[in-house]
């Protein structure tokens, strides 16, 4: 196929940039600098996912003589908050001049996890590092991953990078490499085949390689990309998530993936955007090696399963209960823990699953719900009904030693009424899980949009979850807005503004998991509920209805010193913010804080007596 276009513009680079054998693989911070909380990041509990897909694309050219490093910023910065006092994470750049400085790469590939805000802002990571790289100007600049994939041709015509490989990149940057070093000798040379989806800009113009669509093949493990991360330093400076935190932050973390891609084509989801249809698997063996690798030789004790549908279908679900035979040993003689934060599939969860998945160490999961409305469900071609829920809902009440969350998304596609929205609230409290995960939707992806028809409702991304929008995990407020309980006297067929969406999140939040916690009743989990909202709070050091409600659970526990405290640092919190001082009068939490229990009879009293006055709206 005839790529002579591709094979022209790597000459005019080679020409400015001279190519030499070290590749410095890069992933920037995982969060919005705006948005930096310094009590959080001293806590660990800022995201510190591993460098799972830059590990990958280092294996895939494996072989090859290269001189291969790479560099977690996200790890390093973080390294340095911790460790370093002071240290002023804006000059977390000069981290990477450092790098550069010292080893001189001639290719610089870079990968993000999605983080969602406007990407041409200058508190986006991922632009802010390219600005940087575009200055500097002394190296072959590649990226990928979701970010890059939406947004290519902005990438490109700003002159932010060279080359922008789309969706999965494996087979893509073997490809882009050997032409890359074509004129060195490799045995390697017009062995891999031309894919498509190699964008670059030349001739002021966007181009694309040509070549068939590639689909990646799950071969081998990641065990050898392993000598470039320091997996076992990870949980000293971050977490993964609350389910993490809950597990142990002592406990040495790591994430391991066994399928690829969703059964599902839900209508908001990109999965099946970028990594195509139907599921692929790695090899049950090989993954059991590398957890055998982790476990032995780096002391790692928690995993996060990456996949977007662990559970599958035939084969895949059946390979998958092999894995989870294998953990249940590993469990038995290490003690390790798992927890799957992307969300299960409803329909995989029977008995036999779930009592595999709680011996093999299973602290919680997520099952993705979305909506608590069938017109929605079907609208988001969610495959499931809320009857299929409330029956898996009846089968977990069963498990109550794995923390299960269900996912829920307000404000679908734009166009989503406070009504239908009042359907996933009441649905959410119906179904009686561990906790319900309120989420904004949010418009992430052009390719997404565009094929579903949304491109002319397109807005500007925030965090799914609003809070997480500012340093201070506050919400702003205007005249417009209603906030506070009032939100239910919002018309039923209004559509409700992106502003007002946020206001709604934090009431349903509150009632549904607070307020009305299943595990603050009698007869619920209560040490459950706590060591949940432990983890969470860690994220919200200035909340306080977070450690409100946790020295409530502490007092049912009849932990009497840990309730003081926590209830000492509600009154703090308080006392030092206006803003949440206005937020607890809002909800008639007061009388909480001022007449705390003092036992458990008390507690479940006090308790009831602020669950009536929901009782109404949550029927």
């Given at each position: 196929?005839?790529?002579?276009?591709l094979?022209?513009?790597?000459s005019?680079?080679?020409?400015k940039?001279?190519?030499?054998?070290?590749?410095l693989?890069?992933q920037?911070?995982?969060?919005?600098l705006?948005s930096?909380?310094?009590?959080?990041?001293k806590?660990?509990g800022c995201?510190?996912?591993?460098?799972?897909?830059?590990?990958?694309?280092?294996?895939?050219?494996?072989?090859?003589?290269?001189?291969?490093?790479?560099?977690?910023l996200n790890?390093?910065?973080?390294?340095?908050?911790?460790?370093?006092?002071?240290?002023?994470?804006?000059?977390w750049?000069?981290?990477?001049?450092?790098?550069?400085?010292?080893?001189?790469?001639?290719?610089?590939?870079?990968?993000c996890?999605?983080?969602?805000?406007?990407?041409f802002?200058?508190?986006?990571p991922?632009?802010?590092?390219?600005?940087?790289l575009?200055?500097?100007?002394d190296a072959?600049?590649?990226?990928?991953?979701?970010?890059?994939?939406?947004?290519?041709?902005?990438y490109?015509m700003?002159?932010?990078c060279?080359?922008?490989?789309?969706?999965?990149?494996e087979?893509k940057?073997?490809y882009l490499?050997?032409?890359?070093?074509?004129?060195?000798?490799?045995?390697?040379?017009?062995?891999t085949?031309?894919?498509n989806?190699?964008h670059?800009?030349?001739?002021n113009?966007?181009?694309?390689?040509?070549?068939?669509?590639?689909?990646?093949?799950l071969?081998?493990?990641?065990?050898?990309?392993?000598?470039?991360?320091?997996?076992?330093d990870?949980?000293?400076?971050?977490?993964?998530?609350?389910?993490?935190?809950?597990?142990?932050q002592?406990?040495k973390?790591?994430?391991?993936?066994l399928?690829?891609?969703?059964?599902?084509?839900?209508?908001?989801c990109?999965?099946?955007?970028?990594?195509?249809?139907?599921?692929?698997?790695?090899n049950?063996?090989?993954?059991s090696?590398e957890?055998?690798?982790?476990?032995?030789?780096?002391?790692?004790?928690h995993?996060?399963i990456?996949?977007?549908?662990?559970?599958?279908?035939?084969k895949?679900?059946?390979?998958?209960?092999?894995?989870l035979?294998?953990m249940?040993?590993?469990?038995?003689h290490y003690?390790?823990t798992?927890?799957?934060?992307?969300g299960?599939?409803?329909?995989s969860?029977?008995k036999n699953?779930?009592?595999?998945?709680?011996?093999?160490?299973c602290?919680g999961f997520?099952i993705?719900?979305?909506?608590?409305?069938?017109?929605?469900?079907?609208?988001?071609?969610?495959?499931?009904?809320?009857?299929?829920?409330?029956?898996?809902?009846?089968?977990?009440?069963?498990?109550?030693e794995?923390?299960?969350?269900?996912?829920?998304?307000?404000?679908l596609?734009g166009?989503?009424?406070?009504?239908?929205?009042?359907?996933t609230?009441?649905?959410?409290?119906?179904?009686?899980?561990?906790w319900a995960?309120?989420?904004?939707?949010?418009f992430?992806?052009?390719?997404?949009?565009l094929?579903?028809?949304l491109?002319?409702?397109?807005?500007t991304?925030?965090?799914?979850?609003?809070?997480?929008?500012?340093?201070?995990?506050?919400?702003?407020?205007?005249?417009?807005?209603?906030?506070?309980?009032?939100?239910?006297?919002?018309?039923?067929?209004?559509?409700?503004?992106?502003?007002q969406?946020?206001?709604?999140?934090?009431?349903f939040?509150?009632?549904?998991?607070?307020?009305?916690?299943?595990?603050?009743?009698?007869?619920?989990?209560?040490?459950?509920?706590?060591s949940?909202?432990?983890?969470?709070?860690?994220?919200?050091?200035?909340?306080?209805y977070?450690?409100?409600?946790a020295?409530?659970?502490?007092?049912?526990?009849?932990?009497?010193?840990?309730?003081k405290?926590?209830?000492?640092?509600a009154?703090q919190?308080?006392?030092t913010?206006?803003y949440?001082?206005?937020?607890?009068?809002?909800?008639?939490?007061?009388d909480?804080i001022?007449?705390f229990?003092?036992?458990?009879?008390e507690?479940?009293?006090?308790?009831?007596?602020?669950?009536k006055?929901?009782?109404?709206?949550?029927?």
């Amino acid at each position: 196929m005839n790529n002579k276009n591709l094979s022209d513009y790597i000459s005019s680079l080679k020409n400015k940039h001279p190519i030499n054998n070290k590749v410095l693989f890069v992933q920037p911070p995982q969060f919005v600098l705006n948005s930096f909380n310094y009590k959080v990041a001293k806590a660990k509990g800022c995201y510190a996912y591993p460098p799972t897909g830059l590990q990958c694309l280092s294996k895939a050219l494996s072989g090859r003589n290269l001189e291969m490093e790479i560099l977690d910023l996200n790890y390093q910065l973080l390294k340095r908050v911790i460790e370093d006092e002071p240290y002023n994470y804006r000059n977390w750049l000069e981290i990477l001049s450092e790098h550069l400085d010292k080893n001189s790469p001639s290719i610089i590939v870079i990968t993000c996890i999605s983080i969602y805000t406007d990407v041409f802002t200058s508190s986006h990571p991922l632009t802010t590092l390219l600005e940087y790289l575009h200055k500097r100007d002394d190296a072959i600049i590649i990226i990928g991953g979701p970010i890059a994939t939406n947004e290519y041709k902005n990438y490109l015509m700003k002159d932010l990078c060279h080359f922008v490989i789309k969706r999965e990149g494996e087979n893509k940057i073997q490809y882009l490499f050997d032409q890359l070093f074509h004129n060195w000798i490799s045995p390697w040379i017009d062995k891999t085949q031309p894919t498509n989806s190699i964008h670059f800009k030349f001739k002021n113009k966007i181009e694309e390689t040509v070549g068939e669509n590639d689909v990646v093949v799950l071969l081998g493990n990641l065990i050898d990309t392993y000598k470039y991360v320091p997996i076992e330093d990870y949980n000293n400076i971050g977490s993964l998530n609350p389910f993490s935190r809950m597990s142990g932050q002592h406990k040495k973390f790591a994430g391991i993936q066994l399928n690829r891609g969703c059964r599902a084509n839900c209508k908001f989801c990109g999965v099946v955007k970028f990594m195509g249809v139907g599921l692929r698997q790695h090899n049950v063996q090989e993954l059991s090696e590398e957890l055998n690798y982790l476990i032995t030789k780096r002391g790692i004790r928690h995993f996060e399963i990456l996949d977007d549908d662990f559970l599958g279908y035939g084969k895949f679900n059946t390979n998958c209960l092999t894995l989870l035979n294998e953990m249940t040993k590993l469990h038995k003689h290490y003690g390790t823990t798992w927890a799957a934060g992307n969300g299960l599939i409803a329909a995989s969860l029977n008995k036999n699953t779930l009592n595999l998945m709680r011996s093999s160490g299973c602290v919680g999961f997520r099952i993705g719900i979305e909506s608590g409305n069938e017109k929605m469900l079907k609208q988001m071609r969610k495959p499931l009904s809320t009857s299929l829920i409330r029956k898996t809902s009846k089968l977990l009440q069963n498990y109550p030693e794995m923390f299960v969350a269900g996912n829920f998304i307000i404000g679908l596609f734009g166009e989503e009424t406070f009504g239908e929205m009042l359907d996933t609230f009441k649905f959410a409290c119906e179904i009686n899980l561990d906790w319900a995960a309120y989420t904004t939707f949010q418009f992430t992806s052009e390719d997404t949009m565009l094929k579903e028809n949304l491109l002319s409702k397109k807005k500007t991304a925030t965090d799914f979850i609003p809070t997480k929008d500012n340093s201070n995990r506050e919400l702003t407020e205007t005249q417009k807005i209603i906030s506070g309980p009032e939100i239910f006297n919002i018309p039923k067929d209004s559509i409700p503004s992106s502003e007002q969406i946020n206001h709604i999140w934090f009431a349903f939040n509150l009632i549904s998991n607070y307020i009305n916690n299943k595990n603050l009743k009698p007869n619920g989990n209560t040490a459950k509920f706590v060591s949940w909202v432990e983890a969470v709070q860690i994220a919200y050091p200035d909340n306080p209805y977070m450690p409100l409600f946790a020295g409530i659970g502490h007092v049912i526990l009849g932990n009497k010193e840990l309730a003081k405290r926590h209830i000492e640092t509600a009154k703090q919190n308080i006392s030092t913010s206006k803003y949440w001082k206005t937020r607890i009068n809002q909800f008639s939490l007061m009388d909480l804080i001022t007449s705390f229990p003092r036992n458990s009879k008390e507690a479940y009293k006090i308790l009831e007596s602020t669950q009536k006055k929901y009782q109404l709206i949550i029927t």
